[in-house]
């Protein structure tokens, strides 16, 4: 595979499903912040189809002959802003906004669709607020298997537009951690500031903890096996 064939897959829009609208929201944004800010400036906005009002006060719209040079640059941003996504969906999404004829409109349709409505989001938020705080490690939990469940709370807040400050989810993995933790803990919050840690720094020390840990236990099991069988 040449290097144009990479750069070309690795340029292609993802496909949006039910299950990867945050990671779509993300990457379609700034693929479209890259091909023309004021296209996404348009979904921001809105767009509507240039329109004058007539003698007798009514709006009527514009033929695009008529249309100024700034109507039709504006348009023209709304054209590339809804084409990248259309160009983004499989056929059962594409169904949900092939009215559309702004971009603003599929951005929210798609939202709602994939967020809910207001109500339905607010319920998901308080729900997943709970379930953060309840949050902690079990005492058989590895960090991997614990970080996996931190991770999928992080993924369904920025799914909801409710992204989970670094700072905060340092704090609660300190907070979560067995006992058996405890001597690491106080040993990073002495050497330095904590709320300043990375989350993936910290869990990566963690795991080099745990794997020390492991690692002591099993040769000090292996020498009270050689000291009996002496």
């Given at each position: ?7 070309n ?15 779509w ?10 091909m ?9 906005t ?33 054209a ?26 599929t ?40 970080d996996?469940r931190?991770?999928?709370?992080v ?76």
């Amino acid at each position: 595979m040449d290097s144009s064939t990479t750069a070309n897959s690795f340029l292609k829009p993802l496909v949006l499903d039910d299950m990867n609208y945050a990671l779509w929201k993300t990457r379609i944004r700034f693929t479209i912040k890259t091909m023309d800010e004021c296209a996404w400036q348009s979904i921001i906005t809105g767009w509507t189809v240039p329109k004058f009002v007539d003698k007798d006060g009514d709006y009527i719209i514009k033929s695009k002959t008529t249309w100024t040079t700034e109507e039709a640059q504006i348009s023209s941003f709304n054209a590339k802003a809804i084409n990248a996504i259309f160009s983004s969906m499989d056929m059962r999404m594409f169904g949900l906004i092939a009215d559309c004829v702004a971009a603003k409109d599929t951005w929210d349709t798609l939202q709602e669709h994939c967020e809910g409505s207001k109500n339905v989001k607010r319920t998901r938020t308080r729900l997943l607020n709970s379930k953060f705080e309840k949050l902690l490690m079990n005492k058989d939990e590895t960090i991997s298997e614990y970080d996996l469940r931190l991770r999928e709370l992080v993924t369904e807040a920025f799914t909801l537009g409710e992204p989970i400050a670094n700072e905060i989810l340092v704090n609660k993995v300190l907070l979560s951690l067995p006992k058996r933790f405890n001597g690491k803990i106080w040993a990073l919050e002495e050497a330095k500031d904590t709320s300043k840690m990375k989350l993936t720094e910290l869990i990566s020390t963690l795991q080099v903890f745990e794997m020390n840990t492991m690692a002591q236990k099993k040769d000090n099991g292996k020498f009270i096996a050689f000291q009996a069988s002496n």
